[in-house]
């Protein structure tokens, strides 16, 4: 990224290495949804220019004297790397939360320069991070485990029961990836509804095969929609994957009594406030719940997650693009024609 | 009950006994915030002239021959009757969540005359809510069973672990109550924050000795007084007990990391729509709370709780007022010089 | 049922209507352990000559006029009739507990004769336990409504989180349908243990596609199994679904830390107390959980569950016999050699 | 410690101060069960001579330039040394579950030396288990951190709900904190119970005020004691906060349906099996837990928790003992005339 919407692929320095970090030849990095804000807004965190990308997978081509490598990572070994830093040492940290780490930064972002490169330095903040790499896994599957994480700690936190009704709104990679594990929860019937005829179909074509129904969202946000589904019970169990006001003032009245609503998105951060009705919590005793971040144990879950499911998961990398086509990956995002796009250098 | 504003005691017939009821010779009836909102603003379930008073206390006094005494209940004994009548047969109220039942309706509204006079009617509904009252407990505490229980039901929702910093908004009756029982969750400080000095007062003469500390609200809603007493670190468990948005709002940056935020009371039906920052919620992964009601097992709890607990709960009550100078007790309400009121026929 | 291990097919009187009670025109009727150890032991619940079957689908072809049926019971509808009759007003009723009721009685035992019959009277206690039937769920799946919900109360209490290794001791019905619920929560790795290589076998043949792997339970009770397959680290949730010590004893060895491990199945009323290792307890934090019966609630996601996975469960019913071969049923039972067996009248 | 059953107090060297650790000039240090065990039984892990001391407070008198102090600890301040030495990367610890750290050692324990001394070294594992003291909690209360941090585990393992009735088994100094903590969670009922009448007038003397009735547990453990006090019901919750077979037994029959029974103690190492009644937990539905040290967390909640109740706590340390007097402290123990006892050098 040389600029706003500009982006160039040059000859780079090998990155040092830190006596207590490592070098990662990179397989495969997934690009985020914060990428690509960063790529078309800018983001004072990655001066340009700056080398994005923080998904990413790679064999650990040198590991520093002092690195003390997490139980079974090796030199030579296929990894991940979790891009939340944290410091370990915080009260979040201690007590098993390190999504909210006091002191976390974000590996690709200043000054962790990312992973659309062939090779990356993985400093020793993040050296805790790194995830060996079940061997049936495919790299560029692996990639999402950042992402893929942060919808597992959404699902957590909705606390599925079984037989419980799900409603999915947004049918992006992490709406997808919901339906998948609300289904796998045991939901008794999973909705996935979306604004965006074109996505939802894209994503239907991923994971429809777990999703017992999806619908459009019209004027009313689908709840018309959703109500006919439940004989006008509403749904006990919501997950707004999309940064949308209005998805989140519909799921209120989408709740069936005592339902568990997340918001899994955050807002932009220029209007982050949503008008809700209060009373549809008061009398139907909801729950409004936050999801933020994944913490160590979750990395862990969804690695093997993805292992077992990788031949269902796959289709949501609906595209691979070499170093040297990543323009491409960006207006790809910008048309909204895919799902997952990964980088492979 | 003769007209909005206006109240009048009159000689009434003596209530009918329904063969599946009861009779009751009240011996203390409490006046509810919905009442003063029904007698200042008329409700068309209350239509004049009618009897308001839906937390009574009274004797047994008829016991028709089919009525279906729950255990403890008995001819000629004190009991309580708590006021959601509920079908038992819905779907909430078969899994112990009666507060939610599909069909419930409120004791002291239409077609259910209330208990402000001498004599009132169980009505066969009814029976089930009849909870015998502790020997020593006052009638005019056992009152309160019901504001209680669903004060109660808040503080289970809160779910407030030992050591935890507690925040209460707004200090009525509700406030004063979950005060109490925030320290005896084993909360490691309780605040208590309201935006009119008067009504903090009284609270804190009522109830000061369970709190921490207590500061008004003022242009920040209270954030600055409680930033400064947190170490800038907020509250663990934060209870909205007041209808405002701006209390609502100012709760979620008050709320520390995975903090637990019940908003307890409703808003006023025409105006429920509260702008709330969503980022806040995100960010910290909050949860967002709605209280509503009680359960069966709540109000058993309620009785022996306030049964224990009495000495330190009876300065809530801080008013009595015989049945002709009910007048008096609502112009006291609207003046703000009390806490909880009771009518004592 | 005319004596221990003798039965008769006998012409009977209709069963009468009672004015707030049901006929059932039986269209199939489940045989539980609990029928089969009556069956061979006797009973005192059971006097001889006894009508046993307490897991009864059939149409309500008579509705006494003073029946409350629930909501979707309709004269002419096929049901499932639950066999926990419970009293709807003690302390577990009204906190939705009923398997917990303090007075329950069970349908199919004295004084309420079962439904091996063409026609069973259904008696007004058990009019609230009438459950219908999906149009497209067999009438001999639905059978296994009761055992179901039991087995689902079990995987309630078990807890189940995504990701988590489950072992399941003991391979009969119970444990087939918690091996796949313990797939649908999403569980990891779900392994099934067996003393008994034909029981194990037959389960495998049923319900093998939701097992990962599973194992003969040698000397050591399946411990080496379990840990081989484990790296050493145990399982994290366990049901031990058999009354038997040794597997009670070997899954507090075979628990990972803060492992939960239910006790599903009772043990012989004359020989009830288990030699257990209490500080394997201890120094990881083990739970040791009792289920018992099933609630409304689960019941009613039973039968949900039961219709939408009526193809991958139907083979757990192995045996269907019509009622002039019920002793066949029973000598089936003895051999070990069926699963889930009913009778179809 | 020269011996079993023999100690002496000897001039030592000056403890060395690690690069990466401190040294405590030690204000006082508590004798727990466990040192008395080892000191009465020897064991490999303290190889005589050998200085015992695990629970010690003193102030920071040298820290070594790499050490990394937590939070709010400095050179020169007053602190608590936390004795559970954890690695911080194992899965337990990264969960925030440090009590189960795979690697686990103990201060105090070879190759540790502990604080019965004037200065102790602060080896660099355990500098992250250094918390700082608040000003008014005096040394020798504080000395109780860490067996009142696995009380309050076991505390939070009990799940005390508002109007529960807690029964304590062992009136020892966990069961006197236990029943002052469930009297802080807002426990109905709060009962204690011990077979030794001297400890438990020892323990009413001390905390009595928190206690709503104690028993004597005779032939039946206290079966009787506990029924006749609940009217047949039984207790919610039940701490067997004693290494007793016989209270772990009798335990099961004191529990109401649905209780949760937390076995505090372990058993002695050679002879761990306890025989249950499985079907008390069966048909009772009761949950077994373990409950083993504690947490990061816990010990925070600690500190501030024995702040907030200096006085109402400060009667459990029942004897000090300067350092040359030790001896007697040990001969204390013996007599069972103490309930906690502190070494002050």
């Given amino acids: 990224m040389t600029d706003r919407n500009a982006v160039e692929v040059r000859d780079a320095d090998e990155p040092a290495l830190d006596p207590a970090g490592a070098v990662l030849a990179v397989e495969a990095c997934g690009i985020c949804g914060t990428d690509a804000r960063t790529f078309f807004n800018g983001d004072p965190r990655a001066p340009a220019p700056w080398v994005l990308g923080h998904e990413p997978v790679g064999v650990l081509e040198q590991v520093g004297p002092e690195a003390a490598l997490p139980p079974g990572v090796e030199l030579g070994g296929r990894v991940f790397l979790g891009s939340i830093l944290t410091c370990g040492q915080c009260r979040p940290c201690l007590d098993g939360r390190q999504n909210l780490c006091d002191h976390h930064l974000l590996y690709g972002y200043d000054p962790f320069p990312g992973a659309y490169a062939e090779r990356a330095a993985v400093p020793p903040i993040a050296v805790k991070n790194l995830i060996p790499l079940p061997p049936d896994l495919p790299s560029e599957l692996a990639t999402v485990v950042d992402p893929f ?39 008794g019937r999973v909705f996935l509804c979306d604004v965006n005829r074109q996505r939802l179909d894209l994503a239907l074509g ?30 006990e169990r919501i997950s707004v994957a999309a940064p949308s006001k209005q998805a989140q003032q519909a799921a209120l009245e989408m709740a069936a009594k005592r339902a568990r609503v997340v918001y899994f998105a955050g807002l932009p951060k220029h ?8 009373n549809q919590l008061h009398y139907k005793e909801l729950a409004i719940l936050g999801a933020y971040g994944a913490t160590h144990r979750q990395y862990r879950i969804t690695m093997d997650y993805l292992n077992r499911r990788r031949d269902e998961l796959a289709p949501v990398v609906t595209h691979q693009f070499p170093l040297d086509k990543i323009g491409e990956a960006f207006d790809t995002i910008r048309a909204g024609t895919g799902l997952k796009l990964v980088v492979v250098p």
């Fill in 206 to 235: 991923a994971v429809g095969g777990f999703v017992d129904d999806a619908f459009l969202a019209g004027d009313d946000n689908g709840l018309a929609g959703l109500l006919e589904r439940t004989g006008g019970a509403g749904a």
């Fill in 149 to 187: 994480a942060c919808a597992l700690n959404g699902v957590e936190v909705l606390d599925i029961g079984l037989g419980d009704t799900v409603l999915i709104l947004g049918s992006g990679p992490i709406g997808c990836w919901q339906a998948v594990m609300a289904r796998d929860r045991g939901a």
């Fill in 271 to 278: 209007d982050p406030v949503s008008p809700l009705d209060m």
